[in-house]
């Protein structure tokens, strides 16, 4: 099945930890984005790449990080700069730029929690 | 910067009816706008996608309006089932592709047997 996978679904940190949330898709999907979902806000785009190893800060990216090295992935690292981490992250992809069909194809999510 | 309004109040139906969801933003007008449906604890599921130029676009029970000169988008299910239970999102883009959408908070929508 064709689709984009995150893991874990539950993630718990300890404070002053850097922790990977993974995000893998076999869309063949130039685009990848990293989107944080707090309650009741809506989704907050935190990094974005149109292509292998480039990417982009979204409105949030400060105390998060991100690598694009192979097409199919777009691990996003939550630093200990990060001051209020717990949420809910949303990886997705779509195919790139100008090309016609453009929705956002998203994971399942990672809850990360900080304790 | 681009802003979203979506009724952040949750819509209470009764099954059988049709559902109005509502999608204001502010400033400029998008290239297009996209509606998604999330449930609880999941990832968005991407529904319907109406362009500047077309005013409205159909999917089986799903109907999307696009008023440029009010920026205003409509979202409706017509006959509700429980099932479509969930929060709805639209979500806008300036550029011709998918780039640096920007998301409503959502309206929560339940349809009452």
């Known amino acids: 099945d064709g689709g984009i996978t995150q893991s874990p679904k539950y993630l718990f940190r300890k404070e002053g930890q850097n922790v990977t949330l993974s995000c893998e898709q076999n869309l063949n999907h130039d685009a990848m984005y990293w989107y944080r979902q707090d309650p009741g806000q809506g989704l907050r785009l935190i990094y974005y790449?149109?292509?292998?190893?480039?990417?982009q800060k979204g409105d949030i990216a400060e105390g998060y990080s991100v690598s694009r090295e192979k097409k199919e992935s777009f691990p996003l690292t939550v630093t200990s700069a990060q001051k209020n981490p717990t949420a809910f992250y949303l990886c997705a992809s779509s195919r790139k730029q100008g090309a016609k069909d453009t929705e956002a194809f998203f994971g399942q999510g990672t809850r990360l929690t900080v304790v | 910067s681009q802003k979203i309004e979506q009724n952040s109040e949750a819509l209470n139906i009764q099954e059988g009816k049709t559902a109005t969801l509502t999608c204001n933003y502010t400033?400029?007008?998008?290239?297009?706008l996209q509606w998604y449906r999330q449930d609880p604890g999941r990832g968005p599921v991407f529904l319907l996608l109406?362009?500047?130029?077309?005013k409205e676009k159909r999917k089986e029970r799903l109907k999307v309006t696009f008023d440029t000169t009010l920026k205003q988008s409509l979202f409706h299910i017509t006959a509700s089932q429980p099932a479509d239970s969930a929060t709805y999102l639209c979500a806008l883009d300036m550029s011709g592709g998918y780039q640096k959408v920007t998301f409503g908070t959502g309206t929560k929508l339940q349809v009452i047997p």
């Open positions: 790449s149109q292509i292998v190893n480039d990417f």
């Open positions: 109406i362009r500047e130029n077309e």
């Open positions: 400033n400029y007008s998008p290239a297009y």
